[in-house]
């Protein structure tokens, strides 16, 4: 039901208080991957009957930068708000360029989509109508309150509550600020008082506005739902030891004895180095030369249990969980195969991970190059993580 009235979107995102849990204002919080103001935004962008988009910033010019960065990218316009609500919508409806109808807007609703707004508009083909609003009936009893007593019921099948965002005939909604004195919760009230005709639509549980950290997880459950918790991440590693005279290699932390033995500075354990760097490559956390230079005495002649289990505390710090490693030892002696089972126990173990999850193959390179020469051995390792996509917040 294409209206074919173009509008200007006013968003008033111009609150400047903290709730209790929230680090920011609510309007810039995270809200499964996009800021709350973002989807008002997106939303208004995503309207093909939207002209432009003027995003009301809190005053302060902290509360400005964020909303620029905010609405990075986007068509919109910001501007700075007022004291009040009142102020701040006057601010926005100054900077609208010519359109039939303005749409006024709380940020602290991010629930909004094109049905919603074409609703508001349909209202619009009755030439009477000055606005139109999204409402909801109420479900719980109304009560009048005296004190920390009830005193009566109040009649609540007329009563609704009213939603944004709000829809005006821009001359209507123009001169109700023009004259409005005093404080108003709504622009609906004050188009209303100045004799403009109000129309109720349909509203949705998904405009109801964030006020605590207990809606932000409501919405973020009813919006999010599309939008997986956790994201993959597949990591690779992939490190060479030379093969020197010597008695045994540490391989994937269990000892094989041997003619030979791997060279490094720490104890060469060219299995659990590959894994480590798969590890720190998923969570995007460098290798392991930058966490354990070489240079650094501390690591002479280390067990290499040490830098794996690093790596899997810098997982878990960041919330993620280790799903799957998978291992390819390239080498053409010692045969891998007697050890295997010992070897995923002892990896499985490093990493609190069951041995099902944690593969080891062995593969040759057919005598051809450094491993198939014997000069060194090879291991080429992926690790996936599932890592949460609101990750916990720092102590
Ligand atoms: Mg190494």
Known sequence: MASHRSFVAVIVAAGRGVRAGLALPKQFVDLAGRPVLRWSVDAFAAHPDCRQI???????????????TVCAGIEAI????????????????????????????????????????????????????????????????????????????????????VQTPQAFRRSAVEAAHAVWAGPATDDASMVRANGGLIVAVEGDERLDKITNEGDLERMQAMLGGGL????????????????????????????????????????????????????????????????????????????????????????????????????????????????????????????????????VKATTTEKLGFTGRGEGMAVMANASLSIPRHPPQGE
């Open 54 to 68: 003027i995003v009301v910033a809190p005053v302060d010019t902290e509360g400005l930068a964020l909303a620029e």
């Open 78 to 161: 910001v501007v700075r708000g007022g004291a009040e609500r009142i102020d701040s919508v006057k601010a926005g409806i100054a900077r609208a360029d010519q359109a039939e109808l303005v749409l006024v807007h709380d940020a602290a609703r991010p629930g909004i989509a094109p049905h919603h707004i074409d609703r508001l508009l349909a209202a619009f083909a009755d030439p009477a109508v000055a606005g139109s609003v999204p409402v909801l009936a109420v479900a719980d009893t109304l009560a009048r309150r005296d004190g920390d007593r009830i005193a009566e019921n109040i009649d609540r099948s007329t009563a609704v509550r």
């Open 228 to 359: 997986p918790q956790w994201r993959t991440a597949i990591g690779s590693g992939f490190d060479v030891h030379r093969l020197i005279a010597g008695d045994g290699i540490w391989l994937g932390g269990h000892f094989i004895a041997h003619d030979r033995k791997l060279e490094g500075h720490s104890d060469a354990d060219v299995l659990l180095h590959a894994i480590t760097d798969a590890v720190l490559g998923a969570l995007g956390a460098g290798d392991i030369g930058q966490h354990f230079p070489p240079s650094d005495e501390r690591w002479r002649g280390a067990a290499s249990d040490a830098f794996l289990k690093h790596a899997c505390q810098l997982a878990a710090e960041r919330g993620a969980i280790i799903d799957h490693v998978d291992a390819t030892v390239i080498c053409e002696a010692p045969k891998v195969g007697p050890h295997r089972e010992a070897i995923r126990a002892r990896i499985a173990a490093i990493m609190g991970l069951g041995p099902d999850q944690v593969s």
